[in-house]
């Protein structure tokens, strides 16, 4: 069973700082990960989509990496800001199923 | 453009009544998702639907859950005699092309609707 979890559940930094959110999966086989945030009382925007055949993808301050075989995902946030305040969730897509198995997110708060 | 649109936003209800959730996905998306987010817990798939059929609907938890989608786009959950474990966040995600399909996958999604069964 495709377990993901997310470390840390809670985060605060000063804002500026470069951050990285850690996400992990249990079965690499995965046929793509997605990271999104939720801001409170919203839905889910999504970030990043990283296929398996990827190791990573950018856009703008934002960076994910993939490693299949270590069953790793890592969400880069350079020069954090108040903005990026939000809870940041990865879902991983199970090989074979239209399944997104969601980890239970990383509350950032970046203080000004 | 419109986004996912999701109807009610609140919803609060009795033990044993029925209720429908609605979700618009964005015009031209063939992929439709419906999640559940209940206080504490990661987000819970329930049933994906391609066009008007729905390949995987692993995650519904009981035979008290039931969807369906028409004209490939509006989509309905329906929860019957409702329970107290039910109140949770209801997320529609919509994307514009399949599962599987290598680059369409990106998910956009409405607001929720907020269910609270007393």
């Known amino acids: 069973k495709q377990e993901v979890t997310q470390i840390p559940a809670a985060l605060s930094v000063p804002e500026g700082e470069n951050l990285v959110l850690n996400c992990s999966f249990t079965?690499?086989?995965?046929?793509?990960l997605q990271w999104f945030r939720q801001d409170p009382g919203k839905g889910l925007t999504s970030l990043l989509l990283?296929?398996?055949?990827?190791r990573e993808q950018t856009s703008g301050r934002l960076n994910a990496s993939l490693d299949k075989s270590s069953g790793r995902s890592t969400l880069y946030i350079a020069a954090s800001q108040p903005g990026d305040s939000a809870t940041y969730l990865c879902?991983?897509?199970?090989?074979?199923?239209?399944?997104?198995?969601f980890g239970t997110g990383t509350r950032l708060k970046v203080l000004a | 453009g419109a986004g996912v649109s999701q109807s009610p936003s609140n919803k609060v209800t009795e033990k044993g009544k029925d209720v429908e959730l609605r979700c618009d996905p964005i015009?031209?998306?063939?992929?439709l998702y419906w999640y559940r987010q209940s206080l504490g817990q990661g987000l819970e798939f329930l049933i994906y639907?391609?066009?008007?059929?729905?390949?995987?609907k692993s995650g519904l938890p009981s035979d008290r859950f039931s969807a369906e989608r028409t004209g490939g786009s509006v989509s309905t959950l329906t929860i019957q005699r409702t329970q107290q474990e039910d109140s949770a966040v209801y997320l529609c995600?919509?994307?514009?092309?399949?599962?599987?399909?290598?680059?369409?996958?990106?998910?956009?999604f409405g607001p929720g609707t907020r269910l609270l069964v007393l």
């Open positions: 879902a991983a897509a199970i090989t074979g199923t239209y399944k997104y198995i």
């Open positions: 079965d690499s086989a995965i046929y793509n």
């Open positions: 639907f391609q066009g008007n059929s729905a390949p995987d």
């Open positions: 990283i296929q398996s055949s990827q």
């Open positions: 015009s031209g998306h063939t992929a």
């Open positions: 995600a919509s994307s514009l092309g399949p599962a599987l399909a290598g680059g369409l996958e990106t998910q956009y």
